[in-house]
């Protein structure tokens, strides 16, 4: 595989539910981002991991945690959602953030719907 | 606070015509530019990008145009082909920031 996968495609969950995204990248490299596509509204970046440390949380609700085990994978877990929170999940890496040039691979992205 | 901004949502234009695709920022600090090209049911794909050094990159059918005294690029595409249709997303960047617009949905039509 390559570039930049993320499982599931589509999920759906009650508020009282607990689940996780998942990426991986076969880019080899540094930086992940999780990004959430609302309909209508730019993407907002959610989580920045460099070298497996989080270097940005973009005010982000608690119901979202994000885990970076090794730079090849991120994970969202999900709690307690609300209706709201349905959008499209996407994922993303680069080589690294130092540089305002490096360029962003995204995923396919995960359909989420909240009932 | 909308920093990255594409006020048409849609675009409708003839195969063989051309297309442009606005994008207004308001972050002085953004030195780097990009659009990304987005079919349904796939992540975004980086389609061409531009420092604030230049005011013009080309890449083929492709075109992005800077304008940094009106904070404005856009995105040429001539000749438009059927297969140029998707949703376009222009981005900005600086330092560790980046923003991106809505989109602006582009429909080429044989």
């Known amino acids: 595989e390559t570039g930049v996968t993320q499982t599931p495609r589509h999920l759906v969950m009650g508020m009282t539910n607990k689940k996780s995204l998942k990426c991986e990248q076969h880019l080899g490299h540094n930086a992940m981002y999780w990004y959430k596509q609302s309909a209508k509204k730019p993407l907002e970046l959610m989580f920045v991991?460099?070298?497996?440390?989080?270097?940005e949380n973009n005010s982000v609700p608690s119901r979202f945690s994000p885990e970076c085990p090794n730079s090849s994978h991120l994970f969202l877990h999900l709690h307690t959602l609300q209706p709201e929170d349905s959008a499209l999940y996407l994922c993303?890496?680069?080589?690294?953030?130092?540089?305002?040039?490096?360029?962003?691979?995204f995923g396919p992205g995960t359909r989420l719907t909240v009932l | 606070d909308q920093q990255v901004k594409q006020n048409s949502p849609s675009l409708s234009v003839q195969e063989g015509r051309i297309s442009i695709l606005n994008c207004d920022y308001t972050?002085?600090?953004?030195?780097?530019f990009l659009w990304y090209k987005k079919y349904p049911a796939e992540g975004p794909t980086f389609l061409i990008s531009?420092?604030?050094?230049?005011d013009k990159n080309e890449d083929g059918r492709f075109t992005v145009f800077l304008n940094k005294s009106a904070k404005h690029l856009s995105l040429h595409i001539v000749p438009s082909q059927p297969g140029d249709s998707a949703v376009y997303f222009c981005?900005?960047?600086?330092?560790?920031?980046?923003?991106f617009g809505a989109g602006t949905r582009l429909t080429v039509k044989p």
């Open positions: 981005a900005a960047s600086g330092g560790n920031d980046m923003r």
């Open positions: 991991y460099n070298f497996k440390e989080q270097t």
């Open positions: 531009i420092s604030s050094i230049k």
């Open positions: 993303a890496s680069s080589r690294t953030t130092s540089g305002s040039t490096d360029t962003q691979y």
């Open positions: 972050n002085s600090m953004f030195d780097y």
